[in-house]
């Protein structure tokens, strides 16, 4: 079931370059969002921004019912969204789309592969999966050293490698160089982010068990429109809504 | 005050229904609200085989509207039936199921398919569709194929026909006429109108398909001004829609002469526009001093029929 939820924003900092995180309150019902689910957020209003944000949930605090996430700044909705202030109120759906099926899935070891912002709903996996005991290896790639974010927290949950494009951070290059080098061991992979680094991860580690998550320009957000469909990978000419079957897919599922 | 209104085959507990398209086939919306609530459902338009459609981006967003090049994606008639259609007999909402197709041949079949079931309630026949077999001109720009088409249905159609008309005409009364003549029950307008947009720094389109239907607030003056022209030449029910945001604008349309309104893209910005306006509507109808919906219906002609301007 999704909410339509008016969230308050209780914070809003910059954590890096052109980058936000933003702590959202709303009622008991968005304690259940689930890693890997997006809030699909209502901007501005209709002559301004009449198709809503989708935006990837960061984490939860269940106890206080509230939801992070954090976004980059790109266009005109993610502009207005930076400017919002504490105590403005957001009206979200939520939760939108599939979550990574880690109850499903038994595992020791997770390697996360995340792309700018890509990297959020890592986040939330990662504290969940740790809490399950499982041992969590993290690969963040960013452009530059002033986009890195969430570095501290991932490394508080296991082994966290930082690469940038231009190599003003950490590794240089790109996450699959950091796979080639690191040749990390896992049970099953995650990756989020932008689709040239998911077909390059996804083709590297093609015949490993992972999961990834997509991103494509959204009308509905609740599986209604095909704005956002993919073909599925099993030649059936079939295809799976974004949205609504994901935007987590095994790794294999669908074309990209 | 009773917002019922009848239109050929439809008994409406109101005038709100959802759009083509923009509801898929009810059921992602069944999680968000009770569809009872609606007035009728306009599915998603069928074609005999299933069609897989454009590549994405499929939607892009303008000043206050967007552009949607989904491409008639369903899995064809035969699925629709057996996979959709017994989900949305359990409401108690009539349902309208949307024609589309690449030859008049085409939109028969499908015609006769639907309405072997006792679920379809009507027909609308999206006619902004090429004809491959023309050299893809589009049936709703020809006043004589938009007739054949319309004739031609209507023949094996024993539910009543809406034919949805095309805005990407110079001469929409002509259109509106000809399917009249040809047997249409009703009309619905305004389809979506084609327009572009191009990314400043890849300096390419932003839909995969280049071009794309522009709906929502940035065409409802345009849909008015249609509905309006063409209430005065036809004597058929019109189902109104194109840009509708909330009460205010579905009695806009009412005055304008449409008997009942469609919800598209206001779906996206709020998916619970429809059971708002529906709740609002009593109120905004009296406040601009009517006593039902059919009170409303071509209110906004009263100052005598109009010269329209042809340049
Ligand atoms: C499931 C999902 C989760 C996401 N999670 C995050 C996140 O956690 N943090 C984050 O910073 N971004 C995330 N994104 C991307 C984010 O939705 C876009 O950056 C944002 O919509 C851009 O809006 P804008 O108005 O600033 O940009 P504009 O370019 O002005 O937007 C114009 C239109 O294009 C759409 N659009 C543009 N870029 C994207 C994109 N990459 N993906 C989808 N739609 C796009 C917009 O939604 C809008 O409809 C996610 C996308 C998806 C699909
Ligand atoms: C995403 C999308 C898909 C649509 N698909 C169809 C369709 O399959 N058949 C059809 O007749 N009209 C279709 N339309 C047009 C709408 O039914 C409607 O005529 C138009 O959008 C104007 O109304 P609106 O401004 O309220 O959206 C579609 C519109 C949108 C935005
Ligand atoms: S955004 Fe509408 S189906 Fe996915």
Known sequence: MINKELLTIVETIQIAKETIKMRLQGSEKIKHAKPGQFVHIKVGNEGSHMLRRPISIA??????????????????GTDHLSKCHVGDVIDGLIPCGTSYPIEQITMDKALLIGGGIGVPPLYYLAKQIKE??????SILGFQSSEHVFYQSEFAELGK?????????????????????????????????????MLKAVSSKLQDRNGYISIEQRMGCGIGA??????????????????????PVFEANEVVL | MTLQINLPGLVLKNPIMPASGCFGFGREYSDVFDLNQLGAIIIKAAT?????????PRVAETSSGMLNAIGLQNPGVEAIINQELPFLSDYDVPIIANVAGSSVEEYVEVTKALTRTTTVKAIELNISC??????????????????????KVKAVSHVPVYVKLSPNTSNIVAMAKAVEAAGADGLSMINTLTGMQINLSSRKPILANKTGGLSGPAIKPIAIRMVYEVR??????????????????VLEFLLAGANAVAIGTANFHNPFVCPEIIQA???????????????????????????FSRA
């Open chain 1, 59 to 76: 984490d939860v605090n269940q106890d206080q019912q509230i939801v992070t996430i954090i976004f980059k700044v790109i266009g005109s």
């Open chain 2, 281 to 307: 509507l009593p109120g905004v109808l009296e406040q601009y001093g009517f006593r039902s919906v059919e009170d409303a219906i071509g209110k906004g002609h009263e100052h005598g029929v109009t010269n």
């Open chain 1, 160 to 196: 966290c490698h930082i690469v940038t494009n231009d190599g003003t951070h950490g590794f240089q290059g790109f996450v699959t160089d950091v796979i080639d080098q690191l040749d990390p061991t896992f049970d099953y992979y995650f990756s989020c982010g932008p689709t040239p």
């Open chain 2, 48 to 56: 005999k085989q299933s069609r897989y459609g454009n590549q994405t």
């Open chain 2, 130 to 151: 090429p004809n491959v077999k023309q050299g893809g001109i589009q049936f709703g720009t020809d006043p004589e194929l938009a007739a054949e088409v319309t004739s």
């Open chain 1, 225 to 246: 429109c095909y704005a956002c469909v993919v073909p599925t990978n099993d030649g059936s000419n079939g295809f799976k809504k974004i949205c609504k079957d994901g």
């Open chain 1, 132 to 137: 399950q005991g499982v041992e969590v290896t």
């Open chain 2, 232 to 249: 005065q030449h036809v004597s058929i029910p019109i189902i109104g829609m194109g840009g509708i945001m909330n009460a205010e604008d």
